[in-house]
């Protein structure tokens, strides 16, 4: 049997994340708000804790506990911007505690927990795949139908407010396809690095394209590639299929950077 | 609030009162902007001109007093819809990946974010482009773009959904002469062609000679300065730019 005999499943699951992360990253990037896919994660993993304590699916409950928190940390960020930094910290690092404690009194503290801080793509099931796949056509799907009001705000939430767009509703929004992009990530790249999936393909977009809109889909594109070549790599090397993945990003952003320097030292050439 | 001959003022304050945490900094503020009216509005560093503004278009609550844009309250959305915001702002970051077209686009964002920018949108966005005279920039990244050039694109922004008034703060901080010069010429060009001009400046600079109304905040405060006292001030300009509305 061929590779994608074996693992289409992974390889199919792998793609809808890659593309469906990096179409919100392109927004909280803009946003600066780059860590907080990586503070939700955290939030999902006390989900996740608590769901192997009660034998309940520990997607579900990443998804919950990821909704809730991204509500808790858009309601702390709008209450009080000045404290938000300390306010997120103790809700990110209180968060993964209660896990590890939660995780420890359940008996779920093993090798086991890591295939949901790293993911496990390539055990995947068909139920996993059918839930990622119907939730990342969500999240591009809602990004495509709120676009206008989306790319608005990212550029300029100031004149947004102006010109009576929802910027609340619509920064609440984005919050909360930022919780389902973790949980949709749990299984492919993990908790811990799903983060970067969401960042990554976006710094490479940037580095290559000009506009906004080419940024989102070219952003999306290499998320994919990047999570269908990461796997076939670890598939080949044996290596960890989450870490490959993240790594051949790593490895395109500092190509691309590369490349926009010497595009930058090339025009500055010609300007003198 | 009634003026030039019984006419609603488009823009109105009323006894407004505004206090941040280290004190008042409104104190019973009045101001009415009629239609066609070129106004600027003067004051020094935290004499609360940014905060009038953000309180006449409803993008802060007053302490008390009313503010109303076009006949309704300044809070409701809908109020602001013909009106033009040119933000208070530092250079765009060369890291921002949106191009100047899709800055403009984004002013045709009004009240509803759903779906996606069309044919009618980006054909807007030529022509403001155009107004500001930059629809050579339009593929370029907004972040590669000068100071002046970039306070011209966000006039083009607040321009493209063919507002009634535009409000403008400090849009010229930061900007070289030249530029403030180009930058006052278009000022002068949109209103002739009708649109209600409210700008938030620290001195009165190349728009001088084409302002209807000066007035200035001062202690929480608004004195309307009469037009003659700012024209003897400016003389000389006035006479280098006779194309200045007298």
């Known amino acids: 049997m061929t590779f994608f005999e074996l693992f289409w499943m992974s390889v199919v699951a792998g793609a809808a994340v890659g593309a469906a992360a990096p179409s919100i990253g392109t927004f909280v990037v803009q946003k600066r708000l780059s860590l907080i896919g990586d503070g939700i994660g955290h939030v999902a993993f006390a989900g996740v804790a608590f769901a192997l304590w009660l034998d309940v699916s520990p997607l579900a409950a990443a998804l919950t506990f990821a909704v809730l928190g991204a509500i808790g940390i858009d309601a702390m960020r709008r209450r009080s911007p000045e404290e938000a930094d300390m306010g997120l910290a103790l809700f990110f690092y209180g968060s993964i505690a209660m896990g590890v404690v939660v995780a420890q009194l359940g008996g779920s503290l093993n090798a086991g927990l890591l295939g949901i801080l790293f993911g496990q793509v390539l055990t995947i099931t068909t139920g996993e795949l059918i839930t990622i796949a119907v939730l990342a056509v969500f999240i591009l799907g809602v990004v495509a139908g709120t676009y206008r009001g989306l790319v608005a705000v990212a550029i300029d939430e100031e004149a947004a407010v102006v010109r009576g767009l929802p910027v609340g509703a619509l920064n609440a929004g984005l919050m909360l396809l930022t919780a389902l992009t973790i949980g949709v990530g749990m299984r492919v790249v993990g908790i811990l690095l799903i983060a970067a999936m969401m960042v990554l393909p976006v710094g490479i977009a940037r580095n290559v394209v000009r506009s906004f809109k080419a940024t989102l889909v070219t952003a999306s594109a290499i998320g994919a590639g990047c999570a269908v070549a990461g796997i076939a790599v670890a598939y080949v090397l044996d290596t960890a299929p989450s870490g490959t993945i993240v790594l051949m990003a790593v490895a395109a952003y500092l190509v691309s950077d590369a490349f926009r320097l010497a595009r930058r030292s090339l025009a500055r050439g010609r300007a003198a | ?246």
């Open chain 2, 1 to 246: 609030m009634k003026r030039n001959g019984g006419h609603e003022p488009i823009l109105s304050v009323r006894d407004v009162v505004f206090a941040f945490e280290s004190g008042r900094v409104l104190n019973g503020v009045s101001l009415a902007i009629d239609a066609g009216d070129f106004a600027i509005l003067l004051g020094q560093n935290g004499s609360g001109k940014s905060t009038l503004v953000k309180v006449a278009l409803g993008l802060l609550e007053p302490v008390s007093g009313s503010a109303m844009l076009f006949g309704l309250p300044s809070r409701d959305p809908r109020a602001r819809e013909p009106v033009g915001y040119v933000p208070q702002r530092a250079a765009i970051s060369s890291r921002v990946p949106a191009t100047v077209a899709e800055v403009v686009l984004t002013g045709r964002a009004h009240g509803s974010p759903f779906g996606v920018f069309g044919r009618a949108d980006r054909a807007a966005t030529a022509t403001a482009l155009e107004r500001v005279g930059l629809a050579h920039l339009a593929g370029r990244r907004i972040g590669e773009l000068s100071g002046g050039e970039q306070q011209r694109i966000l006039i083009a922004r607040a321009l493209v959904s063919d507002p009634q008034l535009l409000v403008l703060d400090e849009p010229t901080a930061g900007v070289d002469k030249a530029s403030q010069q180009r930058f006052a010429e278009t000022l002068r060009d949109l209103n002739a062609s009708g649109v209600t001009i409210l700008m938030v400046a620290h001195d009165v600079g190349p728009v001088g000679p084409y302002l209807t109304r000066v007035v200035a905040l001062h202690q929480g405060h608004l004195d309307e300065i009469p037009l003659e006292e700012v024209r003897e001030q400016i003389g000389m300009f006035v006479e280098d730019h006779p194309g200045g509305h007298r």
